[in-house]
C-alpha cells in the first residue's frame, strides 16, 4: 500500500483571465505563505516546488463567445506541458490557480500521462457550460465543456483557434460533482442528459457527506483501481469559511465536510492530482482572507495525508524516563 | 404532476403590534427590495402582488391578558380575509410578515377555503403559549392558541371581544413543529399533554433534517392529499445567519437545512399557503439584515420550486455551433 | 429513576498555569456573571456555590520537563480535596476552569470518592502527553498521563515531587474521547497503542453526533451503571462559536453538538462530577467573549437537566379562564 512519503510536484498557475476579479492570481503566492510545502513535508513527502508558470499576455484578445481565448487557451496550454511532465516523473501533482479556466490545462495534461483517469469536482458549480451557453462569457464557467468527449460537437472550435492544441479527453461518465448548488440551465440541462454523477447541496443535507463522497468515488471508480484527479474549488465551501473568493454562493459544504472529503479521498490512495483553485486574497475582509488561505492549506494537506484524528509517525516509540 | 408555473398571489401583512419591536413591519418592503417577485417570476410563475395591507390604528387599546388586542385582533381579521380571498382565487397565497400573530389571520383565512389543511410551523418558539400562560404578553407568542379546537375552552373570549370574528379552525393533530428550541412551560405541557407532532433541534440533530421534515408530513398528510400551510419564521435558522430578527435563540437550523425544507415541502406539489414572517431589520448588523433577507428569499424561491441541483428550463434545447 | 432536583456543588478553580495566557483564571467569575447559578436553580436543583478556591504563587517554579510543576501540583491536590469532599457530600460536582490542567484533580478527587467512575473527555486535544512527549511544556496538554494506570512508568515522577500526593487512579480503557483534531504524535501513538475509545471530529462528520455519543457511552459505561465524570473543553466546540479560548482549532464541533452531548449525558441519569474549562475571556473580541461564556453555561446547564425542547414543570396545571 502507500508508503509513506511520496514524491509531490508543486505548480503555481497565477492565473486570472478566465474571469474578470483581479487577486484570484495571488492564490499560489498567499498559500505557499501560509506555509503549505513546509506542512506537506511535515508529513513525510519528498515535495518539490516547481514555481510558478509564466503566463503570454495578449493586448488584443477580444471576446469570441468567451472572454480572453487567447490568454486561456495559451494558458492552459502551459499548464497542461507542466503538470503532464510532472505525472510522468511520477508526481502527486498539485497545481495551485488561479481561476478554475486552469483545469482545462490539468486535467488534458493529467490525462496525457494518465488516461484512464477519472474526476472529482468539488464546486458550488459545474462549470460545464460550452461557450454557447455561458450567460458570463467567463471561461472559468465552462472548462469542463472543453474536456468531455460527449460536448466535442456543442464546442465552436473553429472560432477557438487558441485551443487547436486541445483533444477532448475525458468522458462525461467519469466525472462526480460535490457541492452544487448554483447552475446555469444549459449545465442542468447537461447533468440531466448526460446522466452525470452529480451531488449538490441537497444530497449533502440529505445523506451526509460520507455517503456522498462514498458514491461518487463507487460511481466514478468502482474497482478503486483509477488514477484520480481532484478539482476542489475553494468555493465549494461556505462563504462564512471562505470568502475571499470570485462567486460565492450561501449554504456551501462546512470546513469539516471539506476536511472529510481530502481525507476520504487520501485514504484511497489513488489520488495523482490535485487542483486548489478561486482562492482570491482581494475578495472580502481580512478575516476572509485569512480563513480562506487557512482552509485551503489545511484540505490539501489533508489531500496528502494529514489526518485531524492525528499522525501516527512511523517507528515512533515512547520515550520513557 | 404539478405544471411548472403557479399563479401566485403576494400578501404583504406589515405588522408589528403582535410583539414590541419596530421594524419587523419593514419585512414586506425589504423582502420586495431584494427581488422576491422577480425571482419567482423567472421560475415561471404567474406572480401577483396584491400589496401591502392596511391596518387599524388603535389610539385606545390596553392589554387585556395579551398587548394590543384590538390591533391584533383587526389585523388578523383583514389578514384571513385576504388570505381566503387569495385562496379562492386559486393562488398559491405567500404571505409576508410582519410578526407571528399575522399566521392568527393566515391560517383562519387559509382554512376557511381548505378546511382540510395540514400546518408545518417551521420556528424556535412554538408560539402556542394561550393568552393566560403567556409570560411576555406578546400575542406574536400566542397565535396557535386561538387557532386549534383543542384548546378552546383555554381562552377567555370573553375578554378578547376584538377576536369575536375568530372561529377554531384546526385540529391540533394537524400541526407539525420544526426546529423548537425556547419553549415556555404551558407550552410544553401543551405539546406533550395533546402528543403533537414536534421536532425540536434536539431531534434535527438526532436524526437529521430529512427524516425530521419527512416524518413531519408522514404525522400530519400521511395519505399526501391534503393542502400543506408553512408557516417559517426566519428565528428558526440560527442568528449567525439570520440575526435581524425580534427573538434570536442560538443553536438554529442551518441556512441549507432552511433550504432542504423548503425544497421537499415543494417536491410534494401540496404547497398551499405560506407565511414568512418575524424579518426586522432594524435589529442586528448590516451583514445581519443582509444575511437574513437574503435568507429569508431563498427559503421563499426554494418552497416555489427553485434548487440548488440548478432547474431545467423546460424545452430547454442545448444551442450547437 | 431520577428525581427532578439534584443537590449541586459549584467549586471556583480559577487556575492558568497549566498554560501560558492570563484570562482563563476569569472562567468561574464570567460565568457566574452570565447567571450560571440562578439558570441551574431554575431547574429546580439545590445549588451549593463553594465559591473560588485560592492557589498557592510559587516565586520559584522552574520547568522541569513541565512548566509551573509546583503551582500545578499543588493547585491540583486542592482541586482534588474539594472535589472529592463535594462527592462524598452526595453533590453532582461542576468545576469550573481556569485551564485543563486542573482536571487533574477533578478526576483524581473524584475518584477517590467513586472509583469506578468512567471519563468523557469532550476536547479538540486529548491532552495525554506526557511530561517527555510534551512540545509545549504546558501541563493542560498532559493531565490525563497523570491519571492512568498505563502511563505510570512513562511519568518521571522523581522529577516532580509537587505531584507526590497523586496516584494513578484510571484505567486508559475507562476514558472516551469526543471532539478531537489536534494530536501530538505521542499522543497518537499512546491512543493507538492502548485503543483507546476515541472519536475524532472525521468520525462525528462520518456518523453523527448521536452515534459517537451513545458508543462513547457503550465503550466506557455498557452497563449505565457508573458514575460519569465529563471533561468538557470548551475549545471541543468551533472557535466561530467559542472563539474566547487559549487553543482553539478549526473545524469544532457545533454550538448544536455540544448541546446534544450535554442533553444526551444528562438523560443517563450518572452524571457524577462535571468540569467545564478553558474559557478564556480576555481571548478575541467582545463578541468572541460573549458567544464562548454563553456557549459554556448552555452546556452546564444542559447537563443538569435544560432541555431545547422544553423542560415540563412537575405539576403544571394549565390555567383556564
Ligand atoms: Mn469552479
Ligand atoms: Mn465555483
Ligand atoms: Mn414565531
Ligand atoms: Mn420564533
Ligand atoms: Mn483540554
Ligand atoms: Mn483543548
Not at 505563505?33 to 477580444?62: C, Q, S, T, Y
Not at 448526460?194 to 461518487?216: K, L
Not at 465551501?237 to 449554504?251: C, I, S
Request: charged share 25%; proline share 6%.
Amino acid at each position: 500500500s502507500r508508503s509513506y512519503g511520496r514524491d509531490v510536484a508543486i505548480i503555481g498557475a497565477p492565473f486570472k483571465k478566465g474571469q474578470r476579479l483581479a487577486g484570484v492570481e495571488q492564490g499560489p503566492r498567499v498559500m505557499r505563505e501560509a506555509g503549505l510545502i513546509e506542512k506537506l513535508r511535515d508529513l513525510g513527502h519528498n515535495v518539490e516546488d516547481r514555481g510558478d508558470l509564466k503566463f503570454e499576455v495578449f493586448k488584443d484578445d477580444p471576446k469570441n463567445y468567451v472572454l480572453n481565448p487567447k490568454a486561456v487557451g495559451s494558458a492552459a496550454k502551459k499548464v497542461s506541458k507542466a503538470v503532464e511532465q510532472a505525472v510522468r516523473d511520477n508526481k502527486l501533482t498539485v497545481t495551485l490557480g488561479g481561476d478554475h479556466s486552469i483545469s482545462i490545462g490539468t486535467i488534458h495534461g493529467h490525462a496525457q500521462a494518465e488516461p484512464n483517469l477519472c474526476l472529482l469536482w468539488i464546486d458550488a458549480h459545474a462549470d460545464i457550460n460550452t461557450p454557447l451557453t455561458t450567460l458570463s462569457g467567463n471561461i472559468h464557467g465552462t472548462p469542463l465543456s472543453f474536456l468531455v468527449n460527449q460536448l466535442k460537437d456543442a464546442i465552436p472550435w473553429a472560432a477557438l483557434t487558441p485551443f487547436d492544441w486541445l483533444q477532448p479527453c475525458l468522458n462525461i461518465t467519469d466525472i462526480a460533482f460535490v457541492g452544487l448548488r448554483d447552475l446555469d440551465p444549459g449545465e442542468r440541462y447537461i447533468l440531466q442528459k448526460f446522466n452525470i454523477t452529480s451531488f449538490s447541496i441537497h444530497e449533502v443535507d440529505r445523506y451526509g457527506i460520507h455517503e456522498v463522497i462514498a458514491r461518487s468515488l463507487d460511481a466514478v471508480n468502482p474497482k478503486g483501481d483509477r488514477p484520480i484527479h481532484m478539482s476542489f474549488d475553494i468555493d465549494s465551501v461556505d462563504p462564512a469559511v471562505t470568502g475571499a473568493t470570485g462567486t460565492p454562493v450561501p449554504g456551501g459544504l462546512t470546513f469539516r465536510e471539506g476536511m472529510f472529503i481530502a481525507e476520504h479521498v487520501y485514504r484511497t490512495g489513488l489520488l495523482s492530482a490535485l487542483d486548489l483553485v478561486e482562492v482570491n486574497p482581494e475578495v472580502g475582509s481580512r478575516q476572509d482572507k485569512a480563513n480562506t488561505v487557512m482552509t485551503a492549506v489545511e484540505v490539501l494537506t489533508a489531500c496528502l495525508g494529514k489526518k485531524r484524528e492525528g499522525n501516527l509517525q512511523p517507528g515512533y516509540e515512547l520515550p520513557m524516563p
